[in-house]
Structure formats: structure tokens, C-alpha cells
């Protein structure tokens, strides 16, 4: 048997954090799709929850994108169905035309609450034991 090199372990190590999100996504988006949404459309909520955590606080579309992990315009098209959905709002910048801020509705800060704690038990269950087994390391 051949001898691992070190870029060989680290393609492994990467093609294992590939595999550990892949899983880990497609089970966020199974726990969230009775409540309309996937992954992402949860990790944009999520970012709005916690970044403008007041009622109409509002967060720059652009500071949104190298949160998310979508192209702008994967990010624009969600931020469409949501705000088609009512979970949330969009408005453009007084100063700044080209800047397009969002905003949590009533209705998404609700539903944001309510799957909260199916999305955190996915990633505890998931990554939990991977994170106490690396921090061992």
C-alpha cells in the first residue's frame, strides 16, 4: 500500500468537508421545506435575525452576499422569493442609489423564530460530536 502524501491527505481532508456540508445542507433543507424554505433561504434569514436584530432594522444586500455563499445574483433571486413570501423587505439607499438594503417583516422575524431550533438541532446533531472530536485533537 502506497504511503499518503501530504497534498494527497489534504485533497482527503477537503473532499471530507465537502461531504460533512453537502449532508449537512440537504438535512437542513428536509427539516425546512414543510415550512417553504431551504438552507439558504434559512441562512439569510438568519443573518437578518441576528444583524439587524430590531424591528426595521435593515442590512446592505451587499454585506449579505459574502455572508451567504451565493453569486449576487443567486442571492438577489432569493431575496425575491422572499420578499415575495412576505418574510421580507427590500428599499434602496437614500445616498446611494445602487445600494439595496433588507429587512426582516414581522412575518419572517416569526417564522425565523419558529425554525430556529429545527436548524440548530441539525447542526448539533451533525457536527456536534465532529466538533468535541477535533477539539480533542
Avoid at 446592505?60 to 459574502?66: H, K, M
Avoid at 423587505?89 to 445616498?95: G, I, L, M, P, T
Wanted: hydrophobic residues 40%; neutral net charge; aromatic residues 2%.
Amino acid at each position: 500500500m502506497a504511503v499518503k502524501t501530504a497534498e494527497s491527505r489534504l485533497e482527503e481532508r477537503w473532499r471530507d468537508i465537502l461531504s460533512v456540508h453537502a449532508r449537512t445542507m440537504c438535512e437542513i433543507d428536509r427539516v425546512l421545506h414543510p415550512h417553504g424554505l431551504g438552507a439558504s433561504d434559512f441562512e439569510v434569514l438568519d443573518i437578518l435575525a441576528s444583524e439587524a436584530s430590531g424591528e426595521g432594522d435593515q442590512c446592505r444586500v451587499q454585506n449579505l452576499a459574502g455572508r451567504v455563499h451565493l453569486s449576487q445574483s443567486a442571492l438577489s433571486r432569493l431575496i425575491g422569493r422572499l420578499e415575495k413570501d412576505g418574510l421580507v423587505e427590500r428599499s434602496v439607499c437614500a445616498e446611494d442609489r445602487r445600494g439595496v438594503y433588507v429587512a426582516l417583516t414581522g412575518k419572517g422575524r416569526d417564522l425565523h423564530t419558529e425554525v430556529l431550533p429545527l436548524q440548530r438541532e441539525v447542526l448539533a446533531r451533525l457536527l456536534g460530536g465532529r466538533a468535541a472530536a477535533h477539539g480533542s485533537s
